[in-house]
Structure formats: C-alpha cells, structure tokens
C-alpha cells in the first residue's frame, strides 16, 4: 500500500497524486462512466490539474482514489464534499471509473471507510448524496453502506433526451452507530 489513509478489506483510500491526473481524465470524459453523472462538460488537462489542487487547499471537501490492495489498482475515486461544520454535514460522492470493477461491492465498502472518518473524525451529524433515479446500480449500493431514501425533486435532470428525479438519499450518526 502507498501512502494510505483510510484502509478496508479489500481496498485503502489515499490522496490523488498528479499521476492519477490521466487516468482521471478518462474516467471523466468517458460518457459510459460519467452517463449518471451531473457534469455532462468535456474536461481538460488545465481544469482536471485546478480541481486536483483545489481538493487538499480546502477544508470543505476532499477526494481520495480508491484503490484495490491486491495489485495497488487505482479503480475509481471518492469523497465528502460541501462539508459544513455548523451543522455537521457533507455530501458524499464516488465514482469506479475502471468499469469491469463494477459489481464487486467496492462502492459500498469505500462509502463505509467515508462514513466512518466523517462520524469518527470529523464529528458529521449527517452525510447525504443526489442520485438520479434511473441510476439504480448506485441505489443499490449506497443502501448497501447504510444510507436510505429522503426525498425526490421531481423532473430535476435532463439526460438522454428526458427528464429524471433527483432522488436524496442520507444517512445520520445514529444509525451508522446502530448498524
Ligand atoms: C454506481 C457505482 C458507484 C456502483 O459501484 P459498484 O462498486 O459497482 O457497486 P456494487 O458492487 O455494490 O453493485 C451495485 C449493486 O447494484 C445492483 N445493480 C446493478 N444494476 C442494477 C440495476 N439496473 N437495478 C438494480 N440494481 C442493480 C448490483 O446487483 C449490486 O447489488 P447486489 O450486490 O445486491 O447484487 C459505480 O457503478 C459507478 O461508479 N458508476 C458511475 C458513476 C456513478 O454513477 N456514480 C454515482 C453517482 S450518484
């Protein structure tokens, strides 16, 4: 393992380093990886390498990679976002941009190792997230680390020639202690 900093069963969570950079870029401008995401823009090298030195500068957010123990593979990327230290919560967000690691459970395992630093650590009430309602892979498994269902903002996102909800999901201190 290089420089960890979060460490599971079968992944750890370490810093981006600049030569995640390129790999990260074609995760990113990969419409097969980003088709239930909200960014929808080609992104560049310049803007990839401001987003990269904008996550360590500020206390409001962070990204890790995620990586596969066995191997060191560097499968896809994680983290807490829009973190508010009044009311104690976060945003949460990932993405396994290696799409042949999809389905092995590891979304759920590195939303735990998330979960756990943001209620141990960083003392969060709450840690929440946006998923679009025809993207029930990523339902799955955020119900699978613990979150659950909120609310809806109907009609809210447009891709792929209609419109779909913005399903809130979330999960609170309490039942991360209880499960
Ligand atoms: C969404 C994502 C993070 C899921 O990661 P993952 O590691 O593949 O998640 P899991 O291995 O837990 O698999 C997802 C679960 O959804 C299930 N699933 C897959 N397709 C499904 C579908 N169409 N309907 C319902 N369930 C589905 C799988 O069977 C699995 O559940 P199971 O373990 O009970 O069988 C990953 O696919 C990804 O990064 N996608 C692109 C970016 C993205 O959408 N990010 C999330 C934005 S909110």
């Keep these: 393992m290089r420089n960890p900093f979060l460490i ?20 990113i401008n990969n419409p097969e990886i980003t088709a239930t995401l909200g960014r929808r823009l080609p992104m560049s090298r310049t803007l990839e390498q401001e987003w990269l030195t ?36 976060a945003e949460f967000g ?6 042949e690691h999809w389905g092995h459970g590891y979304a759920p395992e590195a939303a735990k190792l998330i979960l756990r630093y943001g209620f141990d650590e960083l003392n969060l009430h709450r840690i929440a ?14 119900e699978k680390a613990g979150f659950t269902h ?18 809130i999901m979330g999960i609170l201190i309490s039942e991360w202690r209880a499960q």
């Design 8 to 27: 599971g069963e079968r992944i750890y969570l370490r810093p981006l380093e600049e030569e995640d950079l390129d790999r990260c870029m074609r995760w």
């Design 54 to 89: 904008g996550q360590y500068r500020s206390e409001k957010g962070f990204s890790l990679a995620i990586v596969l123990k066995n191997g060191d593979h560097h499968i896809g990327n994680c983290g807490l976002h829009e973190i508010d230290y009044q009311n104690r919560n």
């Design 94 to 99: 990932i993405l396994i941009g290696e799409k």
């Design 129 to 142: 997230l946006e998923v679009y309602s025809h993207n029930q892979r990523a339902q799955r498994a955020y």
């Design 150 to 167: 909120e609310g809806a903002k109907r009609e809210s996102y447009f891709r792929g020639g209609r419109y779909h909800d913005t399903l």
